[in-house]
């Protein structure tokens, strides 16, 4: 991890946040400067949002070293940035190595193109450089209005979603000669997110070739952003990828882009991430899968959980029932919020009973129409108007507010949000849930056991290894899966389960207990064992593989230094 990079006078840390100043390490803008001149000493390069100019300095270097002469260093080195303090200290860096470069104070996306008459830049060889990754909820106003559009102009439509650095790296490659090289830091987002499949689908068909450079640790310590270094060059499209991961920036010296076995480019709208696999090991997991496995929803469709709109009001415990005496039939039994209140593979009438006695919410408001009356409902509704419950959004959007459309209790709790891995629970009561879980409703062709035997049989290598490919990361290193994702997760398919079944059901009760006291490690090696080496027949090394890939992503995802479950 790098530190923290010096403040100029009169900056912050929340005004860098807000226009995205986040600096980029030495070795990083080092290698892609040199990357993108290739030892030529007339190239010309912009970095199109130069902050205090660490792409230029290093572009300057490597000029000179190959011989530029430095009086026409202006024409060659070209940078833009909406801070005038930015540029003012690279102007002064720059002069402590006797160079100087053309610096343009201007928001970027204002900037016209070679190709226009009023462009101030010139065609250029090489685009370097780290644009801003500000979210598009900062991402507003006349700015993003005017990025969506320099992309479009490039022929890259983006959605309101798109975060600046997408829009920024489109515009800045207009500027580009079409032999020319781009060398950018980019957020890992790009491999992932479904705002960046135009990203995606426009790198493989402008570029004649594209890199990928992964890293294993965090390199932006105050962006708290996974990061990749895009190289791409030339111009006409590509059918491949390289890809390759170094631990940090320092490895980047010893690399040597074009040199490696490209990657199939997946299609633009597939997520990118199991790129994130060697190639053995995507190869192995993409057969295993093809094979044995099928998605989850061949057995049920995920769905979110009752939206109350206030969960504080709309969940209730004991006490707060008896409280007010509301009845049973105003009432359905729930899953307290929250994932952790289901730790294992089962949730049955006990476990709800325990959760009622501890004073636990096991309960959701959902009065019958005719329930106004002067009863102990009655106060507890008027209580929550007090507390303006009836205007909270999804109150407003359903008549009456008081009643949330609970969905029924179903076969399968999943759990979405996870530090190691989602979760499948057996359902053996009537509860119902609220969106902190989703739930699944098996399809009538589901095997029989497949209510006990998948969430026991889904806590293996491949379905976890599947669950970091298709989920995504969420703030404090939590993988979330959306219902969508949740569906396309790998399980075992329904020849597959029923053999296991067979070898796993006579120790259902301990596996359980496992999971439930977090010796999931244990129970996941059990598991391993029965499923894919004694039902599917993989070696000890292929299981392996596959759990040290899973222990991989896991660990770059919540930023732990290593494998944990290899
Ligand atoms: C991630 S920093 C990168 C700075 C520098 N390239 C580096 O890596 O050290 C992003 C820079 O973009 C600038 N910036 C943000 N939005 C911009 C825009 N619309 N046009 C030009 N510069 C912008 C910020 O002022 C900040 O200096």
């Not at 000669?177 to 426009?202: C, D, N, Q, S």
Request: proline share 6%; charged share 20%; aromatic share 8%.
């Amino acid at each position: 991890m790098t530190s923290p990079t010096p403040m100029l006078p009169g900056d912050s840390s929340p005004l860098r946040k807000q226009r995205g100043g986040f600096f980029t390490p030495y070795e990083i803008a080092e290698f892609t400067a040199g990357w993108a001149l290739g030892g030529r000493s007339d190239a010309r390069i912009l970095d199109p949002t130069s902050g205090e100019g660490v792409f230029l300095l290093a572009a300057a270097q490597h000029l000179r070293q190959a011989g530029a002469n430095p009086s026409q260093l202006a024409d060659q080195l070209y940078g833009v940035d909406i801070h005038t303090g930015s540029l003012d200290e690279t102007c002064a860096l720059l002069r402590e190595q006797d160079a100087e470069a053309t610096l343009i104070k201007s928001d970027f996306f204002a900037q016209a193109t070679p190709a226009q008459l009023e462009a101030q830049v010139p065609w250029v060889d090489a685009v370097i450089g780290n644009p801003p990754f500000v979210r598009y909820h900062e991402h507003r106003g006349e700015t993003r209005r005017r990025s969506l559009a320099a992309a479009l102009a490039q022929g890259v439509r983006l959605s309101g979603l798109a975060s600046s650095w997408a829009a920024l790296l489109v515009h800045a490659c207009a500027f580009l000669k079409p032999e020319g090289r781009v060398a950018m830091v980019l957020p890992a987002e790009l491999l992932t997110v479904g705002y960046a499949e135009p990203i995606r689908r426009w790198l493989g068909e402008r570029f004649a070739a594209v890199h990928l450079v992964l890293f294993d640790e965090l390199q932006f310590a105050e962006a708290e952003e996974q990061v990749v270094v895009l190289v791409a060059r030339g111009s006409g499209g590509c059918s491949a990828l390289a890809l390759h991961q170094v631990r940090d920036a320092t490895e980047l010296a010893g690399q040597h882009l074009f040199d490696s076995e490209p990657v199939a480019l997946g299609r633009p709208e597939d997520k990118w991430t199991d790129l994130l696999l060697p190639l053995q090991r995507r190869s192995l997991f993409r057969s295993i899968t093809d094979r044995a496995f099928s998605r989850l929803d061949a057995y049920g469709t995920p769905e979110l959980g009752t939206v109350t709109g206030a969960n504080a009001f709309f969940t209730l415990n004991e006490i707060t029932r008896a409280e007010y005496n509301i009845g049973q039939g105003h009432l359905l039994r729930e899953v307290p919020p929250g994932a952790r209140h289901i730790p294992g593979t089962r949730f049955t009438e006990g476990h709800w009973q325990q959760l009622r006695a501890d004073g636990q919410r096991v309960w959701m408001l959902h009065p019958n129409a005719a329930a106004r009356r002067r009863d102990g409902l009655a106060r507890y509704l008027a209580e929550g108007e007090r507390l303006l419950v009836h205007e909270a959004y999804k109150c407003t959007i359903r008549d009456p507010w008081w009643r949330p459309p609970a969905v029924r209790a179903p076969d399968l709790f999943f759990t979405y949000m996870s530090h190691v891995t989602p979760r499948l629970v057996a359902n053996e009561t009537d509860a119902t849930i609220v969106n902190s879980l989703h739930g699944i409703t098996l399809n009538e062709d589901a095997p029989a056991i497949t209510r006990d035997a998948l969430p026991i049989a889904a806590l293996n290598s491949v379905t976890m290894l599947g669950a970091e490919l298709f989920g995504r990361p969420y703030g404090g290193g939590i993988l979330k899966m959306e219902p969508r994702e949740a569906a396309s997760l790998p399980v075992p398919d329904h020849n597959t389960l029923t053999a296991a079944w067979e070898l796993l059901e006579p120790h259902r009760s301990r596996l359980d207990e496992l999971v439930r006291t977090g010796c999931w490690e244990t129970a996941l090696a059990e598991i391993d064992r029965a499923l894919l080496i004694d039902t599917i027949g993989l070696s000890g090394a292929e299981v392996a593989s596959m759990r040290a890939a899973a222990a991989r992503l896991r660990a770059r995802r919540t930023r732990t230094s290593g494998d944990t479950a290899s």
